[in-house]
């Protein structure tokens, strides 16, 4: 049975109790209301999904009623009733945002399929709106973990871009989340509830991309057995995420360059073209600047494509985020396995924050995730980071010392040269944020307080002099 709740506002007694007894029968809830006073006040206080609302009332104007309800409750659905002498009235009514009207008289089918549409109209609406709002919330920036000036900096252009329908184009090492932003943007743009598609160029070859991506008919080629929609047909009036762009062919180049300039394509093996409204984001990690100059890249579709360019930084042009990247990973894996870990020792944190990371937030992400299923408990010290810890190699570029007394030494010296500053930075940053509020301080960046409390003690930071240094407000 239908599910719904229902006012009905009509001065007469006959209609109100026809409706709600033919509405109830169908498993709908029912309020009646005679006047059109009590009608707008129980719309406006109420929380109705539809109201059938009559034209006619003694002492109110059903148009006035409705312009009140769709003001004031938007989501809440009208279908105005009316006599065959004012037709016009309701075709007026529905310029003003009714969803339909009724005739009167009208038969019980009339009523339950009007009421039927309107609900189902409904009822897919709100579910696109929560649909929205979830993908909204799954791709928040929240999610993006990033406090360094470069990271807000992009959050705010996508802010710009996303409701537009320009092309995108992001450049970033691999590993530096560029699919996390992609998505971001594609959360905040007209098309969310739309298809997000992604395709990696990298991982197919030029023939299987180009069926990949335009899709191609049945007998095209050899296992051709049925036809087969490309990427850009699923993702019509949504998004294409085109990622590792600069591995494209030429030719394909060519054929991408022509859907941007006519949203047309044409199928692998098809006579005729087809449209598509797709939104393209695409993505590389090479420098298309480089590749147009030495004739990999075909200078018409990179300023086709370079409309408005985001470059994501790598993770170590950004030291200041890996703290809370890293402790971000630490516990989602610690949830995912059940395990309690303390966090990282002041040596461990140290290490992740000098090394570079050449495989960015992805090499990050993988080493917490390997170190949390390792672990026995406790807390992640120095030499179980070493341990697990890919290219530990390169962490220093001195020769490899020969004594534990030198071993020492070096170590203490490379932290003081490349760590002490960021480390004193990173406390300070953190303790402006919180007002020189020591507790909210550790938190926002998801360590204990005794353990932020000694790194303080560490650069003789102190929470007062931060405080005093706050500029006074006018």
């Given amino acids: 049975m239908e599910t719904g709740c229902i006012l009905v506002v009509d001065d007469e007694k006959v209609i109100c109790d026809a409706c709600s007894m033919i509405l109830k029968e169908h498993g709908y809830s029912v309020d009646v209301r005679m006047t059109g006073r009590n009608g707008l006040n129980a719309a406006l206080e109420g929380e109705y999904d539809l109201v059938l609302l009559d034209m006619k009332l003694p002492d109110i104007d059903g148009i006035d009623i409705l312009r009140e309800v769709r003001e004031e409750h938007p989501r809440t659905y009208v279908i105005v009733m009316t006599g065959y002498s004012t037709v016009k009235n309701a075709v007026d009514a529905m310029k003003l945002g009714a969803f339909d009207y009724l005739a009167k008289p009208f038969e019980d089918d009339e009523l339950i399929m009007a009421v039927n549409k309107a609900l189902e109209k409904k009822h897919l609406v709100d579910e696109n709106v ?58 905040r743009s007209q098309r969310a509830g739309k298809p997000f598609v992604a395709v990696d160029c990298s991982t197919l070859s030029p023939s299987l991309l180009e069926s990949e991506l335009f899709g191609h008919t049945k007998g095209a080629f050899t296992g051709a057995v049925t036809d087969k929609a490309g990427v850009f047909q699923v993702a019509d009036r949504g998004t294409l995420f085109i990622d590792e762009v600069a591995n494209l062919s030429l030719e394909i180049q060519g054929k991408l360059l022509r859907v941007l300039e006519t949203q047309e394509y044409k199928p692998v093996g098809a006579s005729k073209t087809r449209k598509t409204s797709a939104r393209i984001i695409a993505a590389t990690n090479r420098d298309l600047n480089l590749m147009v100059a030495d004739g990999g890249f075909r200078e018409d579709l990179y300023y086709r494509l370079n409309v408005f360019p985001l470059s994501i930084p790598p993770l170590r042009d950004r030291r200041g985020d890996i703290p809370k990247l890293a402790y971000h990973f630490l516990h989602q894996f610690c949830r995912k396995t059940g395990k309690r870990i303390e966090g990282f020792s002041n040596d461990a944190l140290e290490t992740l924050v000098t090394y570079d990371w050449p495989g960015n937030v992805r090499q990050l992400k993988n080493v917490v995730e390997r170190l949390v299923i390792m672990s026995e408990g406790g807390t992640m010290d120095l030499p179980y980071l070493l341990d697990h810890l890919q290219s530990k190699n390169s962490l220093v570029d001195q020769d490899v010392p020969e004594s534990a007394s030198e071993l020492k030494a070096r170590k203490k010296a490379f932290i003081e040269e490349h760590f002490g500053r960021i480390e004193k930075a990173f406390a300070l940053k953190a303790l402006k944020a919180a007002n020189g509020n020591i507790t909210r301080a550790a938190e926002r960046v998801g360590m204990k307080r005794p353990n932020f409390h000694t790194l303080m003690k560490k650069h003789n930071i102190s929470a007062d002099e931060v405080r005093k240094a706050r500029p006074k407000e006018a």
Avoid: C, M
């Fill in 130 to 187: 929560t649909l929205r709002k979830e993908l909204y919330d799954q791709f928040s920036f929240s999610n993006i973990v990033g406090e360094d000036p470069k990271i807000l900096r992009i959050f705010d252009q996508i802010e710009k871009v996303a409701p537009t329908d320009s092309t995108v184009l992001l450049y970033g090492e691999s590993g530096t989340g560029k699919e996390l932003f992609v998505r971001a943007i594609h959360a």
